[in-house]
């Protein structure tokens, strides 16, 4: 995958020999040659990478990196620190400023562009998450998105596996510092905790240096599982293991840990790693959030109008495949203005979250009910016939009539009725206008012949449940 | 990246051959002997990838094929055809099928896992984008989108860029049957001809064996350009240059066409490609759609009270923060009761949009104007002071007044009024609760003193602009 990468050293000749190396890889690469000018770049370029050098008069790498990811802006960018100092201490400062990697000088290509790749594919997911959640923020819909390097990510869950005893073990107490950890020693046992924690893991930590399991497919397979396929996973690699470390990169593992485990350095990885899978998430309960409020009434709970015109078309159609009844109720609360102007409108709408509830009760599951004006409702009823339907209607008309209001005043409750209004599918060629005409206009007839009513009532004066004769 | 891949081949031994190798590069397989237990596994299982045999007894491959992609379930799974034929008919009948790509035996490793992995990197961020869509279609916000293997991709825009006078004349003609193509010949003229394009480009097909260009840096480079960044690409190349293919995958071209070009099979790998892109598109589009309905007022296409009540803390924070005053009008028609009363609700909504018209003419393209009840509509109003509120609001109230509204119904004309409570942030500490309760309170008191009229006044009784002397 290409990317755009951005080289920031203030030795030219350094800049020249990575810039050649990137080219020759067909990587497009643009320059800086100071923390300042860096951060300039990425704000305009927003490069895909930023190889960033340590070591830098003016502001030094450090510096630069943490405010590269304290701005909204570039918070986003992936950024390897260079360094020619393998101390230990640095790859710490690095990682804890936020780097998410650090290679040391010379630079070693393999695994140079083997981090460069595995970064760029994370990255092109992250964006297209990014872009959707911005849409969403953008038109106020849902709030941004906060920077994930400032979440407090401690008590995250992680599945840790090693069958080492001790190093399991040392590894298990350290982590138990700030996480909740599960210690699989047992490498078969992996899928059945998976499935015990399924929704609620963090992070995977894999040894590849399992007794009788070969670790790398291990995690490999884990891309592969529902319950865990976006999940970051580390893995524990032998120290002198590059071909390993290659291949698990090139995989999609999302970063790696030298043994004997540094746990410093564990920790700062640890903490990218569940700090972006947190980011993520929200990213995608955000839009989760977004949907389920664009479809809801606010006041009730209750599906709003726009859910319910798509609901029932497609219910329509459907009942009209399928040969199978429809019907349909509309439902108005009787003078119920009465009720704001009298109590006001926080009173009001205390009223229609009752009658919601009511309408919940008296209705199957399968039934969809929804509010489509002020103290109007419509009850979508599938595989029902006008008959039970009548029933429906006339248990909610019953139950309101005889359930009075509780209410935030001295009153403390008021009585109220309500009209409604039946109409069956005609599965003879009828359509969503139709139907909803009809009982519309039956709404109507009931608020016109006293209200507290359903109808149009069956062809009986009172509606009587006859059951077809089936010849038994 | 790994991947869960489905081998299909009658002869056992192929199988093992084929999972061998796929093992050996840590990928998960599973097998089907036929076609038919091939779309039973693929349907179960949902594979990353489906490597299909294309003579097999009882159902054959192209079959199969069609199958799988005429399936929602299984249409977005890619499907690489393995046929020990060598014949372009094979290919084009296979790509026609809706295969992706196809590879002969015996098979050669490294084109194949070029080709697996360029597949699987598409196919992670495509199931990214189809979750999102399914959420919403689940909850039926937004239709489900069409299967991408029926749609009419004539007509679409194709930019080919071929420095060839003679290929690329062939080229352009043969494509100009079905598309629209422009046709660089110039390499140097690629980024202004995408400029140009910008926005209506569906497909890019770059010859990478141009005179003074490396076509494979170009193709890269496209991946970095905004423009063009999520466009497929197309690359043409020598039938013998597998480094220069194996290369091109590995940086994100979708497809590649050998050189001299086979008609048919270009006309299939084009729409393939574009069909994939027109797809991703929908699902976007879907996406915007969505977000737009979940913060509309569908009557009068003004905002809903939900996103007011985001957009309203938000400025109301940056107001806080930049001293500049903020100020609020709540407006709700008199006795618009009476006009649903009297002619219907159909007449009742004519009034609404227009009176929707008279408040976007009468105030600033920066304030926002949001229905948030039947009859009642709020503006927010940026760097805006009592008085220039109240005289806002007073230029409102008089044209309502004054303009009689249209309405469906052998009465023409109606007259109506409007009523405005006017409130402004105090700087010291107000908020959004505070804010909107004063205007809401002065809502009433101009309700319960006439109506037709704006307050609070200024202090005077008769409104006077005072400017303040700035000492000129």
Redesign the interface.
């Known amino acids: 995958?290409?990317?755009?990468i951005l080289v920031v050293d203030d030795v030219p000749a350094n800049v020249k020999l990575l810039e050649a190396k990137l080219l020759g890889e067909?990587?497009?690469v643009i320059t800086a040659k100071d923390g300042f000018e860096a951060i300039d770049q990425a704000r305009k370029h927003k490069p895909?990478i930023i190889l960033l050098d340590v070591m830098m008069p003016g502001m030094d790498g450090f510096e630069t990196c943490r405010r590269l990811k304290d701005d909204p802006d570039t918070s986003h960018i992936p950024v390897v620190m260079v360094t020619a100092l393998n101390e230990k201490a640095d790859r710490v400062n690095g990682l804890e400023a936020g780097a998410d990697d650090f290679t040391t000088k010379p630079v070693n290509d393999a695994a140079l562009f083997a981090r460069i790749k595995s970064l760029v594919?994370i990255k092109?997911?992250m964006d297209?998450?990014r872009l959707?959640d911005k849409?969403?923020a953008d038109?106020?819909?849902i709030?941004n998105g906060e920077n994930s390097f400032t979440a407090d990510v401690s008590g995250s869950k992680i599945i840790l596996i090693d069958d080492d005893i001790a190093q399991g073990k040392h590894l298990f107490d350290k982590l138990s510092e700030y996480y909740t950890v599960t210690l699989v020693d047992n490498p078969s046992e992996v899928e059945s905790t998976i499935e015990q924690n399924r929704g609620a893991i963090d992070l995977l930590i894999i040894s590849t240096q399992l007794a009788d399991f070969d670790g790398?497919?291990l995690a490999?397979?884990m891309?592969?599982m529902d319950a865990v396929r976006n999940i970051p996973i580390i893995m524990l690699i032998e120290e002198d293991d590059q071909r390993l470390m290659l291949?698990g990169l090139?995989?999609?593992i999302n970063d790696y840990l030298l043994m004997p485990v540094d746990y410093n350095e564990m920790f700062a990885r640890v903490k990218t790693q569940i700090r972006r899978r947190k980011y993520q998430e929200m990213l995608k309960a955000n839009?989760?959030a977004?949907?389920?409020?664009?479809?809801t009434d606010?006041l009730t709970g209750l599906y709003n109008?726009?859910?319910l015109d798509?609901?029932l078309q497609?219910t329509v159609t459907q009942s009209l495949q399928t040969k199978k009844p429809l019907s349909l109720l509309i439902l108005d609360m009787d003078f119920f203005?009465l009720v704001n102007d009298t109590y006001g409108h926080d009173v009001g709408d205390e009223v229609l979250k009752q009658l919601s509830g009511m309408i919940i009760d008296a209705t199957r599951s399968s039934d969809l009910i929804a509010r489509i004006g002020?103290e109007e409702f419509m009850v979508v009823m599938p595989e029902t016939d006008t008959l039970q339907a009548y029933d429906t209607a006339e248990r909610i008309r019953r139950r309101v009539e005889n359930s009075p209001f509780k209410i935030s005043h001295a009153d403390g409750f008021i009585s109220k009725t309500v009209s409604i209004g039946v109409s069956t599918l005609n599965l003879h060629g009828d359509t969503v206008v139709d139907l909803a005409k009809r009982a519309d206009l039956s709404l109507y007839d009931a608020k016109h012949t006293g209200r507290n009513r359903v109808l149009p009532q069956p062809a009986s004066e009172r509606p009587v449940v006859e059951k077809v004769d089936t010849g038994f």
């Open positions: 995958m290409t990317a755009l067909y990587y497009d895909d594919r092109v997911l297209e998450i959707r849409t969403g038109m106020g819909i709030s790398l497919r490999s397979h891309r592969n291949k090139d995989l999609g839009y989760q977004s949907i389920s409020m664009a479809i606010k109008r726009h859910y798509t609901h497609n203005k002020g």
